[in-house]
């Protein structure tokens, strides 16, 4: 099974925690072990949020911001890598063609931003479009999509499953309103829709919560089926 997973800067390194960076590595590493190809994208989290604002501070435009957090993004995937070792490629893909690449040479495929303009939500959805990725799981501080800003709403029900362009319509308003916040964006929810890829919306706190996920369907969080989309077989195996 070929698997992508998205996780967010927040999640992998909310403050620079060595054991944090190694225990996601090792979750990666079970679901090599497992027979999985694996790609992860890696977001940029607080730091990149503190670099942008600086930035932002001081006269810089959308499109340099943009190459900022790209840079965190990176650096964050750096770390992962560093984590993994000789399982993922040596350094983070700049493009998809190398991030592919990477994956057929058996290795862990580690990337970051790609382009101003577009989140590492998006990059992930693209990613998986492009090396038909059976699996699309998305790691956030967020436990699965719901029909409000949770934060801010205390009665926001959350969505068990979606189809992708139910996907599309719950993200939508959240993206015309700045005040709300969906784990997913809308760019990221429209190429899932577009390709219907299999998706997961999960809090990924615990970074075995991934590896059940991806390996036994097993979580807490939103499954994003296509219509006519059969689940994985190894979900339906004896563990």
């Given at each position: 099974m070929?698997?992508?997973?998205?996780?967010?800067?927040?999640?992998?390194?909310?403050?620079?925690?060595?054991?944090r960076?190694?225990?996601?590595a090792?979750?990666?590493?079970?679901?090599?072990?497992?027979?999985?190809?694996?790609?992860?994208v890696?977001?940029?989290?607080g730091?990149?949020?503190?670099y942008?604002?600086?930035a932002r501070?001081i006269?810089?435009?959308?499109?340099?911001?943009?190459?900022?957090g790209?840079?965190?993004?990176?650096?964050?995937?750096?770390?992962?890598?560093?984590?993994?070792?000789?399982?993922?490629?040596?350094?983070?893909?700049?493009?998809?063609?190398?991030?592919?690449?990477a994956?057929?040479?058996?290795?862990?495929?580690?990337?970051?931003?790609?382009?101003?303009?577009?989140?590492?939500?998006a990059?992930?959805?693209?990613?998986?479009?492009?090396?038909?990725?059976?699996?699309?799981?998305?790691?956030?501080?967020?436990?699965?999509?719901?029909d409000?800003?949770?934060?801010a709403?205390?009665?926001?029900?959350?969505?068990?499953?979606?189809?992708?362009?139910?996907?599309?319509?719950?993200?939508l308003?959240?993206?015309?309103?700045?005040g709300?916040?969906?784990?997913?964006?809308?760019?990221?929810?429209?190429?899932?829709?577009?390709?219907?890829i299999?998706?997961?919306?999960?809090?990924?706190?615990?970074?075995?919560?991934?590896?059940?996920?991806?390996?036994?369907?097993?979580?807490?969080?939103?499954?994003?089926?296509?219509?006519?989309g059969?689940?994985?077989?190894?979900?339906?195996?004896?563990?």
């Open positions: 070929r698997v992508v997973v998205s996780v967010g800067g927040s999640v992998l390194a909310p403050d620079l925690d060595p054991e960076v190694a225990a996601y090792e979750a990666i590493e079970r679901l090599v072990a497992d027979g999985c190809e694996v790609g992860v890696v977001g940029g989290g730091v990149a949020r503190e942008i604002e600086t501070d006269g810089a435009n959308e499109v340099e911001l943009d190459r900022l790209i840079g965190t993004t990176r650096l964050n995937a750096r770390l992962l890598i560093a984590a993994l070792g000789d399982r993922a490629s040596l350094a983070p893909a700049t493009d998809y063609e190398e991030a592919g690449a994956l057929r040479r058996d290795e862990v495929a580690v990337i970051g931003g790609v382009t101003p303009g577009q989140t590492t939500d990059v992930a959805a693209a990613f998986a479009e492009s090396v038909d990725a059976d699996l699309l799981v998305y790691a956030t501080s967020a436990d699965g999509v719901y409000a800003d949770p934060n709403d205390p009665d926001a029900a959350q969505f068990a499953e979606l189809s992708p362009a139910e996907l599309v319509e719950v993200v308003p959240m993206s015309r309103d700045a709300a916040s969906a784990p997913v964006d809308l760019l990221a929810a429209k190429l899932i829709d577009r390709a219907g299999r998706s997961i919306v999960l809090d990924g706190t615990d970074p075995s919560a991934v590896v059940d996920a991806a390996l036994y369907g097993d979580h807490t969080g939103t499954d994003v089926v296509p219509v006519g059969e689940e994985p077989s190894s979900w339906t195996e004896e563990r």
